[in-house]
């Protein structure tokens, strides 16, 4: 063990939370689960050893709270989700909720308050994992919670209400999380890049400029099923081979423009035989780029696509649409602070965008966002290969409690 001041106790408290899965394969932690429940629990532990007293808000979030002298001053909010991709790495979204703890335990060691109220956020949901739909921890905190998405379905046919019930919450009451706009002074979220520009530049931290947009959608081609050695090639209704000219058309359509990114990471063919045309496939489209119009443009470009093809092969399809943020940019002010708060460690730094999403882009309705970056290994996430170094891990904490005590309140 180094005598690091935070990342020996971090990277134990980061590995024990990339034990709580729901596969003993691979780390999976998705909404409303009992996995979910243990991880919340076991945060919530080290929050209350920070001096933090805790709730468990309505949507699932788990909140510590650190008090300032000053009972009705504006909230300084840090955090990140506790939720997971399948066959995630343990820092996506942990490490900016474990960070922040560090931070407010040291302060308690010392015993020092600050004039407002510090909160740390452990998100539910910012993935989308189980029901598509995400961000739902911190829009019920912003308030722009959509009650739609709880007719979302998960890949059992359980709804996202239903799953909200069953775990012992009332999805009716969703609502009460939302805070009051100017209760909160900013929100903070230090996350690893996941990209190698930190990396490439050889630095450790970095200053996020802004938060691509990203729109998800759910697509359902229907054909029809037939056998697979007695129906001629020109007379099939084949739903798995329109998918395929779709997805190598979202490719070409998304190379070649900066920033502009379409993924398709979900694919299903039913009814899922070696000898059966696939008579319906269900896949995900998630594009993003660094402005909403340049996303919106091959959005519809895609939408049309979907039509042509289907009416070619004489089938009929359904799109859905799960989820649309609008690309966010950081506060000035708060870019600022993160930038001297970095360079207070005697680092050099640089600004960058996030190409990926983040609870931070969802609060910035409520008050002014910031974000720090730090180096993670090769770029590399959303993969068990996601990793990081110690030194990084400890001056990324001693930079986030320098932003937490020199903070000062943008004007909002
Ligand atoms: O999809 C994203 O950008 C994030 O990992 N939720
Ligand atoms: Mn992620
Ligand atoms: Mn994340």
Redesign the pocket.
């Known amino acids: 063990m180094t005598a690091f001041r935070f990342a020996d106790t971090m990277l134990a408290r980061l590995d024990e939370l990339g034990r709580i899965s729901e596969s003993p394969d691979f780390l999976l932690r998705t909404f409303l689960t009992p996995e979910q429940k243990q991880a919340h629990e076991k945060v919530a532990g080290w929050m209350r050893e920070a001096g933090m007293t805790v709730h468990h808000d309505a949507a699932g979030n788990v909140v510590g709270r650190y008090e300032g002298s000053q009972a009705d001053a504006p909230v300084l909010m840090l955090g990140s989700?506790l939720d997971t991709?399948r066959n995630a790495g343990k820092y996506?979204g942990m490490l900016g909720v474990i960070a922040p703890i560090a931070c407010v335990a040291d302060l308690d060691r010392r015993g020092k308050r600050l004039d407002h109220a510090i909160e740390v956020v452990g998100f539910v949901n910012?993935?989308?994992t189980r029901f598509g739909a995400?961000?739902t921890g911190s829009r019920a905190i912003a308030g722009t919670f959509d009650p739609a998405m709880l007719e979302t379905k998960d890949r059992n046919g359980v709804s996202m209400g239903e799953a909200y019930r069953a775990f012992g919450l009332d999805p009716a009451k969703i609502g009460s999380c939302a805070r009051r706009k100017g209760s909160v002074a900013a929100f903070m979220e230090l996350h690893i890049e996941?990209g190698p520009v930190l990396e490439n530049e050889g630095l450790a931290l970095g200053v996020v400029t802004a938060i691509?947009g990203?729109r998800r959608h759910r697509v359902e081609i229907t054909g029809l099923a037939g056998h697979a050695g007695t129906v001629p090639m020109g007379q099939r209704q084949d739903a798995l081979v329109a998918a395929a000219e779709i997805v190598t058309f979202i490719e070409r359509r998304c190379t070649g423009t900066p920033t502009l990114v379409g993924t398709v990471g979900m694919m299903e063919a039913l009814p899922g035989a070696m000898n059966v045309i696939p008579g319906m496939t269900r896949f995900s489209i998630?594009i993003?780029a660094g402005d909403d119009a340049t996303r919106d443009a091959a959005i519809a470009d895609v939408l049309r696509e979907i039509e042509a093809v289907c009416a070619r092969r004489n089938l009929t399809f359904t799109v859905t649409e799960l989820y649309n943020s609008t690309a966010t940019p950081c506060h000035p002010a708060l870019m600022d602070a993160v930038e001297a708060a970095i360079r207070a460690q005697g680092l050099p730094t640089m600004r960058l965008p996030s190409?990926?999403?983040?609870d931070a882009a969802t609060l910035a309705p409520l008050c002014p966002i910031g974000m720090m970056f730090m180096r993670c290994t090769r770029g590399i996430?959303?993969n068990p290969l996601e990793a990081v170094l110690p030194e990084d891990v400890e001056v990324a904490t001693a930079a986030l409690l320098h932003f937490i005590e020199n903070f000062r309140a943008p004007v909002q």
Do not use: N, Y
């Open positions: 989700h991709v996506d910012e993935e989308g995400p961000m996941q691509s990203a998630d993003r190409g990926a999403g983040h996430s959303h």
